[in-house]
C-alpha cells in the first residue's frame, strides 16, 4: 500500500459553476493554500453549446480569483505572517462533455493532486432525476476528492 503524505499535494482544483455555494469552498481552499503551499487552479467550463459563454466564463474567472485572494489575505492575516507565496492560476475552457467530465478531464490534464468542491445539497428525486455533478466527480474520479457542504458552518 502507497502511503501519501499532504507534502505530495502540490495542486488543487477548484471547480467553480458561476454560483455562491461554489465558491464556499474558498475560505477553506485558502486556508490548505496557505499552510500547505498549494497552489490553487480555480476552473470555469462552458458547456456544450454555450460557444458565447466563454468570455463571459473569463471574465467570471478573473473576478472569482479575486475574491480567492481576499480569502487568502484573511487567512495570512490570521496566521500573522506578511506574505504567504501561493500562486492562483484560473482557467475558462469550452466544455465539449458533461461538466463532471471535463472537471476530470481538467484535473488529470493539469495533474491536479486532489479536487475541492462544494455539494449543492441536492437530494432525493431532484437529484436523482438530473444527478449530482459533484456525485459524478467523486465517483469517477482517479484523485481524491474533498467535499464540502455548501451550508458547512465557517
Not at 56 to 71: D, H, L, N, T, V
Not at 86 to 92: L, M, R, T
Not at 121 to 145: K, N, Q
Request: charged share 15%; glycine share 6%; net charge positive.
Amino acid at each position: 500500500m502507497v502511503w501519501l503524505t499532504l507534502q505530495t499535494y502540490k495542486n488543487m482544483l477548484l471547480p467553480l459553476d458561476g454560483s455562491a455555494l461554489a465558491e464556499a469552498v474558498f475560505p477553506y481552499a485558502a486556508q490548505i493554500a496557505a499552510q500547505l503551499r498549494i497552489h490553487p487552479c480555480l476552473l470555469s467550463i462552458a458547456g456544450p453549446g454555450q460557444a458565447n459563454t466563454v468570455d463571459a466564463r473569463r471574465q467570471y474567472i478573473e473576478g472569482a480569483i479575486y475574491r480567492f485572494r481576499e480569502s487568502l489575505e484573511k487567512v495570512r492575516q490570521a496566521m500573522g505572517v506578511s506574505s504567504l507565496p501561493v500562486q492562483v492560476h484560473g482557467c475558462a475552457t469550452q466544455g465539449t462533455y458533461s461538466p463532471a467530465e471535463e472537471i476530470l478531464i481538467e484535473a488529470e490534464n493539469r495533474q491536479m493532486n486532489f479536487i475541492l468542491m462544494s455539494t449543492h445539497g441536492e437530494s432525493g428525486i431532484r437529484r436523482w432525476i438530473i444527478g449530482s455533478v459533484t456525485d459524478r466527480v467523486l465517483r469517477s474520479a482517479t484523485m481524491p476528492v474533498w467535499l464540502l457542504r455548501a451550508n458547512a458552518p465557517q
